[in-house]
C-alpha cells in the first residue's frame, strides 16, 4: 500500500452512512507529517549531493513511457567520460537495475514493495548503498528512475537537481492537460518514441505548447531511443550539466 495516497487499501464499504470528520482530520495530520519528513530528506539529500558535486536527476513518466531505453542509451553515451549511479525506482523486481548495470552504471534497485513513488529516506538510503559499490570511485551523475506514475512522484522532492517528465507518443497528447504537477514541477520535458508519430494522432508542437502554457521555463526535447533522433541533444544537454557542477 502506499503511506501517502493509499493506493492499494482496502476500500471502506458500510451499510450505513455517516461521514469521517475525525478521520479525515487524523488523515490531513499524518500527510503533513510525511510531507515535511520527506522534505528534511530530501535536503539532506540536496546537501550530499552538492558537496559531492554530483549532479542527480529525476525522471518521472508513466509505466512504460521509456524511462530505462532512455537510460540505457543515455548511459552508452556517458560512460567513457563520467561516472554514473542508477537509484532505480519500481514496485517489485532487480530488472531495471540489471538493465543499466548491464550498460556500465553502477546501480541500485529500489523496491517499494507496493507504493507508487520514491520517498527522500528510500533515496537516501539507496545512495548509501550505491556508494559502497563504487571502490573509492566519485560519481559525476546520478539518475533516480522514479516508479512508473505520473501523479504521485510528482509530489515528492528527492533532493534532486533537476526533474525530468517523460510522455511517450503512444500515451496520447492530452498528458500535460490532465497531469498538470508534473509538468509544473518538471525543468525537463522529454517527448519520447517519436519514431511512432505516424501512427498516432499527436501534434508535437501542440503538446509543447500545452506544457510550456503550464510552465514556461520547461526544456523540451523529443526523442527516439529506436532511430536516435534527438538523442544527441539531449547528451550534449546533460554533460553541460554535468561539466558545471563539477565545475570544469
Ligand atoms: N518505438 C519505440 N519504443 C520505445 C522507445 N523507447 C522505449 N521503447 C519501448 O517501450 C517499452 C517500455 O520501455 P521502458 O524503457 O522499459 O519503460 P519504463 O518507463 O522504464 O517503464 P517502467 O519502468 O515500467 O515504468 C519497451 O518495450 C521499449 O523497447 C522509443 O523511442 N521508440
Ligand atoms: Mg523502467
Known amino acids: ?22 478521520e479525515n482530520v487524523k488523515t490531513v495530520k499524518l500527510e ?7 522534505d528534511k530528506y530530501a535536503e539532506e539529500n540536496r546537501k550530499h ?13 508513466s509505466p512504460g513511457s521509456g524511462k530505462t531505453t532512455l537510460l540505457e542509451k543515455t548511459i552508452e553515451k556517458l560512460k567513457d567520460e563520467f561516472t554514473i549511479g542508477v537509484l532505480e525506482g519500481d514496485i517489485e523486481t532487480e530488472r531495471d537495475a540489471e538493465r543499466v548495470r548491464a550498460k556500465g552504471a553502477y546501480a541500485v534497485q529500489l523496491t517499494t514493495g507496493g507504493a507508487c513513488h520514491l520517498e527522500a529516506p528510500l533515496v537516501h538510503k539507496g545512495f548509501h548503498a550505491l556508494e ?8 559525476d551523475v546520478l539518475f533516480i528512475e522514479n516508479v512508473g506514475n505520473l501523479v504521485c512522484p510528482s509530489s515528492f522532492d528527492l533532493g534532486e537537481h533537476v526533474r525530468v517528465v517523460l510522455v511517450s507518443v503512444p500515451e496520447g497528447p492530452d498528458k500535460p492537460a490532465k497531469y498538470p504537477k508534473a509538468f509544473t514541477t518538471s525543468d525537463v520535458f522529454i517527448i519520447t518514441k517519436i519514431d511512432l508519430l505516424p501512427h498516432f494522432d499527436f501534434d508535437v508542437e501542440k503538446v509543447k505548447k500545452e506544457a510550456l502554457s503550464l510552465n514556461p521555463k520547461l526544456k523540451i526535447f523529443t526523442i527516439s531511443t529506436v532511430t536516435g533522433e534527438g538523442l544527441g541533444e539531449w547528451i550534449n544537454y546533460l554533460k553541460e550539466l554535468i561539466k558545471n557542477k563539477k565545475g570544469v
Open 32 to 38: 503533513e507529517s510525511l510531507f515535511k519528513q520527506n
Open 1 to 22: 500500500m502506499c503511506d501517502v495516497c493509499g493506493c492499494g487499501t482496502p476500500s471502506h464499504e458500510h451499510d450505513h452512512e455517516h461521514t469521517h470528520e475525525h
Open 49 to 61: 549531493f552538492d558537496e559531492k558535486n554530483l549532479l542527480a536527476i529525476n525522471l518521472i513518466s
Open 132 to 139: 559502497h559499490q563504487l571502490e573509492g570511485k566519485e560519481l
